[in-house]
């Protein structure tokens, strides 16, 4: 049951090392290991994005992932997102445009978001949405939302208003 | 004067970003999944496997042996105390299980591991009985009783009547009479259910709860657990939606408590989301039968509806849904002759309890189907029918719902004039070639605006206190569930003390330092808890201006608050910082501080047993239009655009309100198409987001939405309540729209590829298997 592991990994830029039960998802271990309580647990079978953090870059739902798996790899989660001074683009868009309510899905959708701009953030609005696809809401019906991450990526390609 | 000061500005209207929101979007938001306390143990709760049974014997021996198990419990080791509005639901069964969610045991260990694994080493015995899983059925000669108090299955009915139907029947030139059938759903909140419990030495119990009515919740938890409720200190943590769910006490609640108190620990509850599915309420589903009729004028003569209610094994607030329902049968449009007779039928499914609308989403989805059948039967449009019936403000409904303001024409007129409704319907009515064909259907709501007083009194206290550096702290009773009253809250206040919002902060989470209030529904926070908050604000104002006055020597009417300073109201021209007039008032002059209070009652009443009387100070109305393309060969219906026109009285915060009809359209387009929590046998088979579909991104339609400000003289700054409305008219729009599409009407939901290509061979004479 607990046979444990040791990994090392960069953390929100951070090298981090843990000894992990080799069960364990990487979600439990953000959570209950590493106290970094910013990434949801909605679902647990990766069918709603709360849990999205990125793994080299890419949003990955890590509730689906074994957290031994993260050893070596590049991390981040909500907690790394913002700057010195304070939230970034993206989470200044989703505060200013009215894309959070309960905000429980929030975090997961700042990833996925933070995952589709570094990628594309020439992404038509089709694409936005498809994107976000993965990330359920039950609050705000997605429009505000989309057009958070569409402002952020019009502010980023330097269009100012979005 | 040698300086321009800016003019007044108010803020009620403007786009102001959530308070909470830089908090939730940076992951630092505390819910109740994210609390651990020191020593703090894991609850799981032992549900039934069976969906009707006497529990024989309930072996927990090996649990209890199990390392790392500090409590095992049964309905043995409890007070066995019922719970619900029908206290009909022991929160731990003893003797008998009714349905599939059952609570028969509970553990609590040092990890949810080890509560699990524990789980599993109980044993219980069952003797199953015979079930019953239809109200028809349960309604039988010798169907198998639920609960041996109701003999019947009928723990409730309800009879409301106005004018005369029979008189209404004569009056009319045509009839028409259809039986819909509304299904279950739930929540999805994206937040489970869960709770702490804590006692101290004392025998004090904390409770961090998602509750949505904390201090009603300490008076009905109270003889459950065996603790006074002046004893229960109840905290709310961040709460990741609730739209109804946590309206309810139930039964996990005091499980939670009694394993605190029995492993002397703090013990936390969280529901899987499977669980969640499962155990937590669901809408009402029923079987709906409504009769109505029209002059050839276009006159609605009468409306006679008949519902039978699965009530499932227990009685939770979805009992109480025909309250609501009744006042959209008798209310909606003019209605002179109108009569609603409701059976709430137990039976072996799953309970329902408060959601969104409230029962309002069944009888409109009702109701505004008859009306384009009795439209198109009297030869009128759509949208000039409606307008023909619907009421103006100051006239009062038969049932004795008073319309202080009423915009529901306007609603209309402007719902159709943004969707061009009339030439659509009409091209679309025409006929259509090739196999998508696309409809466009309007529909109307009527619902309360600012609570609904069925307690003996539906308000919200305030506490408010300006500190030496003009610093506002609002303790309101009201909660917040991720709608946004808090910001709406703060906004009230400080428009009312001329600060700026960042100067002012509301606390809503604790019911040790909070004023009383009656809870989150009936779309009446903004309205009730506001009003409290503006009042509360206005007595702080007078007391500052009177000290300013004083000070100055200017007349207070002469004086206003802007910008944290007092000015001259004329001229905007600064003559006091409000921080240093507040000190002064404190160190030097009176040695006071400003603290006021406020408890705000609606002028609202209860109903008396025919269940008429004005039960909310005010209504809601709004027209939303649905546009959607029907393909006829795979069934798939694709909602593409709603707008949405709504009576909200005023907007306060335009970003806040924006996101409510948004968010609650989408709610009402996956009500409409493809939500379904499937109950087969008693057995939930869809528990999981993977099988019980809400809608995602990219499948959302365009929303496009309109305020209709009819500056309601009792509201807030003159606002109405929002929460509910947005969802409740939807998925009429949307069957209208697919009459008019495909000239076929659903009368179930929802609309799923499978049921329209049903009812579209049903229609064209075809075999259907």
């Keep these: ?162 | 004067m040698t300086q321009d000061f800016a003019p007044k500005q108010t803020l009620i209207g403007q786009r102001i970003p959530k308070l909470d929101a830089p908090s939730k979007v940076s992951g630092s938001a505390r819910y109740l999944q994210d609390i651990e306390l020191p020593g703090m143990l894991h609850g799981k709760i032992l549900r039934t496997d069976r969906i009707h049974a006497r529990i024989v014997s309930i072996d927990t021996s090996a649990a209890k042996a199990l390392p790392g198990v500090h409590a095992v419990l049964t309905a043995a080791d409890t007070p066995g105390v019922p719970l619900g509005f029908g206290q009909d639901n022991p929160p731990l069964k003893g003797d008998r299980v009714r349905c599939t969610r059952d609570e028969i045991a509970a553990v609590a260990a040092d990890t949810e591991e080890i509560a699990e694994e524990a789980l599993k080493l109980i044993e219980v015995e069952y003797e199953d009985l015979p079930a019953v899983f239809t109200t028809s059925d349960a309604l039988k000669e010798g169907a198998p009783v639920i609960h041996d108090k109701h003999p019947n299955n009928t723990p409730f009915t309800y009879d409301y009547e106005h004018g005369d139907v029979a008189k209404g029947e004569a009056e009319s030139d045509v009839i028409v009479e259809d039986t819909f059938r509304l299904h279950f759903v739930t929540h999805c909140c994206l937040g489970v259910s869960g709770i702490i419990a804590d006692f101290d030495v004392e025998g004090n119990l904390t409770l961090y709860s998602q509750t949505q009515m904390p201090f009603l919740y300490k008076r009905d938890l109270a003889p459950v657990i065996g603790v006074p409720a002046e004893k229960i200190h109840v905290i709310q943590p961040i709460i990741g939606g609730a739209f109804g769910s946590k309206l309810d006490v139930y039964p996990f609640e005091p499980i939670c408590v009694f394993l605190a108190k029995a492993a002397r620990k703090p013990v936390r509850i969280v529901f899987s989301r499977e669980e969640e599915f499962l155990a937590s309420p669901t809408r009402q589903p029923m079987e709906l039968t409504m009769r109505s009729g029209a002059m050839k004028d276009g006159t609605i003569t009468f409306r006679d509806v008949s519902t039978l209610h699965d009530n499932g094994g227990y009685t939770s607030w979805g009992a109480t849904t025909p309250f609501v329902m009744m006042q959209a049968f008798s209310s909606l449009y003019r209605i002179e002759h109108c009569r609603y007779k409701t059976t709430v039928v137990y039976t072996n499914n799953p309970y329902s309890g408060a959601f969104r609308g409230y029962g309002n989403l069944q009888a409109t989805f009702a109701i505004e189907s008859h009306m384009d059948k009795l439209a198109e039967a009297v030869g009128i449009g759509p949208l000039e029918f409606r307008t023909h019936n619907a009421q103006d403000a100051g006239e009062t409904t038969l049932q004795g719902l008073h319309l202080q303001t009423c915009g529901l024409k306007d609603c209309l007129s402007t719902a159709a004039d943004r969707s061009d409704f009339v030439t659509k319907h009409a091209a679309n009515r025409a006929g259509q070639d090739g196999p998508t064909k696309r409809g466009i259907g309007m529909a109307s709501l009527f619902h309360v605006g600012g609570g609904a007083k069925i307690y003996h009194t539906d308000g919200c206290g305030t506490i408010l206190k300006v500190d030496d550096y003009a610093k506002v702290t609002v303790l309101t009773g009201a909660s917040e569930i991720g709608q946004g009253s808090e910001t709406v809250i703060a906004m009230l206040v400080a428009e009312e003390l001329g600060v700026p919002m960042s100067k002012v902060s509301v606390i809503n989470n604790d019911s040790e330092i909070r004023p009383w209030d009656v809870g989150v529904h009936a779309s009446r926070t903004t309205f009730i808890a506001g009003n409290s908050a503006q009042r509360a604000a206005r007595k702080a104002r007078q007391k500052l201006l009177d000290a300013a006055s004083a000070k100055l020597d200017v007349a207070v009417g002469d004086l206003d608050l802007r910008d944290g300073q007092v000015v001259r109201s004329k001229t905007g021209e600064q003559l006091l910082d409000l921080g240093k007039l507040l000190r002064a008032l404190h160190f030097r002059e009176k040695n006071e501080i400003v603290v006021t209070s406020e408890y705000y009652e609606p002028p609202s009443v209860m109903q008396d047993r025919e269940f008429k009387g004005n039960v909310s100070p005010t209504y809601a109305f709004a027209t939303q239009v649905a546009e959607l393309e029907v393909d006829v060969e795979t069934g798939m219906v694709n909602v593409f655009k709603v707008t949405a026109a709504h009576d909200v009285g005023r907007v306060i915060n335009a970003l806040g309100i924006e996101g409510q009809v948004e968010g609650g359209v989408i709610m009402g387009v996956g009500y409409a198409t493809r939500e379904h929590l499937l109950v087969d046998d008693g057995y939930v088979t869809n528990p999981s987001f993977r099988d019980y579909k809400i809608l995602t991104a990219p499948e959302i339609p365009e929303v496009d939405f309109a305020f209709i400000e009819t500056m309601d003289p009792e509201g807030p700054a003159g606002a109405k309540g929002i929460g509910e409305a947005p969802a409740i008219c939807t998925a009429a729009a949307i069957a209208n729209a697919f009459y008019n599409a495909t000239g076929v009407r659903m009368y179930e939901l929802p609309f799923t590829p499978e049921r329209v290509l049903r009812a579209l061979k049903t229609a064209a004479g075809e075999q259907v298997g």
């Design chain 1, 1 to 162: 049951m607990s046979f444990k592991q040791e990994i090392s990994f960069t953390l929100n830029g951070d090298l981090t090392t843990a000894s992990i039960p080799v069960h364990m998802d990487t979600l439990t271990m953000l959570r209950d290991v590493l106290q970094l309580t910013g990434t949801k647990l909605g679902c647990g079978e990766g069918e709603c994005g709360a849990c999205t953090i990125l793994v080299d870059g890419a949003a990955t739902n890590s509730c689906l992932m074994f957290a031994v798996d993260c050893d070596g790899r590049d991390i981040q989660t909500i907690e790394g997102v913002q700057t010195e001074d304070g939230l970034d683009l993206l989470q200044k868009e989703f505060v200013e445009k009215g894309a959070v309510q309960c905000g429980f899905c929030t975090p997961g959708l700042v990833m996925q978001g933070t995952a589709m701009l570094n990628e594309n953030p020439g992404m038509s609005e089709d694409e936005i949405k498809r994107g976000l696809e993965g990330n359920l809401c039950r609050c705000t019906g997605y429009t505000k939302v989309i057009d958070a991450t569409a402002s952020a990526m019009a502010k980023t390609r330097g269009e100012g208003q979005g």
